[in-house]
């Protein structure tokens, strides 16, 4: 075993401030312990609040676009045709047929979901997907076998139909590791061997799994050694594309033409492109490194303390005894090549993954496309960051249905904005306003003074700060709904805006449950700069005033907390999965009509276990199956291998494991096997 390096300090669990209801281990390794820092985003230009009482009132209120809508296409490139699908009424009347479940105290070890479902796990962390892989062995991990396993903490989740409906591809994020529930006598850094140390970093990245069933009602299962089964690592080389290809900022020693970065991590949610490939947003990559102490006097170093690159260590992922390329103060550029989205096409394995470049690099949650009617292809983006912005890029070229080498350019050339809000003023209580994308890139050119092309690129968040955009509540997932046309943002908590910071897109001091933002682009083009926008759901407990539900009557809703990513099924239906529930209950998954008698009614459809968070989700509504990823199951302060706190997704004396659910109806007749008959509970055996 490799000593750590004496110059730099192994970090302990978190111990400070925490957003949401997260623990502190989870602050440790998702985050590296973001929100008990500064706020990295000190620019000064106005907070939302600051212009209120100049805005105009919203122009196009929510329900008046569908006649706009023409030429907006679906993800498989078809133009919609029909208006959107009314919400079918509560109860068991309600979209899918399900009753609501009840919230579940934290801490609880069981996955819920409603009466007349059943659950059932469909890859878990370790299980061989790769031929020659081993089957999992807790006590038997070596880095070699985690290289053709599953990978861990499992979060986007994207299902493509391979040759038939009872065929498909299974493409997962895996964020990152938690150390101390993976490793027997984990302390810190110091205490792995280097062989645990490569092991955490083949488990990062993404995993590709070929699945197959019987016929629609049957459970989904993955195949070993099928041909499309890939895991993508740290390590894996990846082709950077766009406009920052080859550009000094990420030239390394290793990689002197700054065209072939290595590895994937920190990587959170995603999207399906129309043109069938996957996008996987890297997030957190700052943790990765060990930084050098203080930023360089430079623009450079302006944006590594931006990015939290600067300041000390972070070491507890010690990456950087295996490859020095971990260690800024020997490879100051690295950092540049990560932060990116990242391409990936699940049906080509041997094909190198793509580093998106045009996109803009920052704290990417994910990325969502949708082709205009023009044909030019837009992608929505957040930077998951208090006080973070949000933003969009717009291809230079039109997308062709079915022509893959024209398609697959798409997002290598175009322009990018960031968005900016302004409210009505919130006189009959509600808060909606209008907005305006500002441009960073338009043609080819930047438009921000002093700034080159690549360097608006490379440091996004600098560029963002001198045009003056709306300093966000975490904007994490933004997705178009297909049916209405419309985008839809996570914004899921910021404990750090004060009474002085507030405005109408971001309410709330202290915000410790968040809120879902409605943007609709002016005449439905999501090319045009200008749009509209409300809040259609503010978080938290119902009878908390300042709650709301987009209009709907509060003593018959869910309560809700921290919303981290959206969904939508075939009815436009809105579904929200959570982290990090500040309410006292596990997290979940709901669903929220949008349109309708019952607009606003949300039902909750899914608990997950003991302090893991609920993410995905993917809805298919054709067949009534629920896809969701079960992170860090067991993280909770405290934990560790000896201190059991989960045994997700199996009972019995065994450790907890990241894993991918599906959620189904019973056959009719009677309970599924993988139900009880208690009151839509199921337990964790299976």
């Known amino acids: 075993m490799t000593p750590p390096r004496n110059d730099r300090t192994l970090l302990p669990l978190a111990t400070g401030h925490r957003d949401g209801g997260r623990s502190a281990a989870t602050c440790t390794w998702k985050c590296n312990d973001a929100c008990s820092k500064p706020v990295p985003n000190t620019s000064d230009n106005e907070y939302f609040g600051d212009v209120v009482a100049t805005s105009r009132r919203s122009v196009l209120k929510a329900g008046g676009a569908a006649a706009a809508l023409a030429g907006l296409t679906t993800a498989a490139g078809a133009a919609l045709a029909e208006p959107a699908v009314a919400a079918p009424g509560p109860g068991k009347k309600a979209p899918f047929g399900f009753t609501g479940i009840d919230p579940?105290?934290?801490?609880?070890?069981?996955?819920?979901?409603?009466?007349?479902?059943?659950?059932?796990?469909?890859?878990?962390?370790?299980?061989?997907?790769?031929?020659?892989?081993?089957?999992?062995?807790?006590?038997?991990?070596?880095?070699?076998?985690?290289?053709?396993?599953?990978?861990?903490?499992?979060?986007?989740?994207?299902?493509?139909?391979?040759?038939?409906?009872?065929?498909?591809?299974?493409?997962?994020?895996?964020e990152y590791t938690n150390n101390e529930l993976m490793f027997h006598g984990y302390t810190d850094a110091a205490s792995m061997t280097d062989d645990q140390v490569q092991l955490t970093m083949n488990a990062h990245g993404m995993t590709v799994v070929e699945m197959t069933r019987k016929n629609p009602n049957s459970k989904w299962v993955y195949t070993k050694a099928a041909p499309l089964n890939r895991r993508i690592t740290a390590e894996t080389p990846f082709e950077l594309v766009g406009p920052v290809r080859g550009h000094d900022l990420v030239k390394t020693s290793a990689d002197p033409a700054g065209t072939t970065p290595l590895g994937t991590f920190g990587n959170c949610a995603g999207g399906t492109t129309p043109w069938g490939t996957i996008l996987s947003g890297e997030e957190n990559f700052n943790g990765y490194f060990t930084q050098p102490a203080a930023p360089s006097d430079d623009m450079a170093g302006a944006a590594a303390a931006r990015y939290g690159l600067a300041g000390g260590s972070s070491a507890q992922h010690d990456w950087d005894r295996l490859d020095e390329r971990f260690d800024l103060t020997e490879e100051p550029n690295e950092a540049h090549r990560h932060g990116w989205i990242v391409e990936v096409n699940p049906f080509e394995p041997d094909a190198a993954p793509r580093k998106l470049s045009a996109l803009g690099r920052f704290k990417h949650e994910g990325a969502n496309v949708v082709v205009a009617a023009d044909g030019r292809v837009v992608a929505y983006m957040g930077d998951d960051e208090r006080f973070d912005y949000m933003y969009?890029?717009?291809?230079?070229?039109?997308?062709?249905?079915?022509?893959?080498?024209?398609?697959?350019?798409?997002?290598?050339?175009?322009?990018?904005?960031?968005a900016k809000f302004t409210g009505n003023g919130s006189t009959d209580g509600l808060h909606d306003g209008t907005g305006e994308w500002l441009p960073l890139v338009v043609d080819g050119q930047s438009t921000v003074d002093g700034m080159t092309l690549e360097e608006v690129l490379v440091f996004t968040r600098l560029a963002a700060d001198t045009v003056g955009p709306t300093k966000m509540d975490r904007p994490e997932d933004v997705e178009v709904n297909l049916v209405n046309g419309r985008v839809y943002t996570a914004l899921t908590n910021n404990s750090k805006r004060t009474p002085a910071q507030l405005d109408e897109v971001n309410p709330r001091a202290n915000n410790k449950h968040g809120q879902v933002l409605e943007i609709t682009p002016r005449a439905g083009d999501h090319t045009v700069t200008g749009f509209d926008w409300t809040l259609v759901l503010i978080c938290g407990d119902p009878d908390d005033p300042e709650t709301y539900f987009n209009g709907y009557d509060k003593s018959q809703v869910s309560p809700i907390s921290c919303p981290d990513n959206v969904a939508f099924d075939k009815a436009g239906n809105l579904w929200i999965s959570t982290d990090g529930n500040a309410l006292g209950h596990c997290d979940g998954m709901y669903l929220m009509p949008l349109e309708g008698e019952h607009k606003g009614h949300l039902q909750q459809f899914l608990s997950v276990p003991a302090f893991g968070e609920c993410c995905g989700p993917l809805i298919e509504w054709d067949e009534r199956v629920v896809f969701a990823a079960v992170q860090h199951p067991g993280e909770d302060d405290g934990a560790s291998t000896t201190n059991v706190k989960s045994t997700f997704p199996y009972t019995g004396n065994r450790q907890p494991r990241p894993a991918v659910i599906m959620i189904w109806p019973e056959a009719k007749g009677g309970h599924g096997k993988n139900a009880s008959k208690g009151k839509g509970k199921t337990t964790t055996g299976h």
């Open 104 to 174: 579940v105290t934290a801490g609880t070890d069981e996955v819920v979901v409603p009466e007349g479902f059943q659950w059932a796990p469909v890859i878990a962390w370790g299980d061989p997907i790769l031929a020659g892989a081993p089957a999992f062995d807790f006590d038997r991990q070596t880095a070699a076998a985690q290289a053709g396993q599953m990978g861990y903490n499992c979060d986007y989740v994207g299902v493509l139909r391979n040759g038939s409906a009872n065929q498909a591809v299974l493409v997962v994020n895996n």
């Open 392 to 418: 969009k890029f717009v291809s230079s070229g039109t997308y062709i249905e079915g022509n893959l080498d024209n398609n697959r350019t798409l997002l290598d050339e175009g322009d990018l904005y960031v």
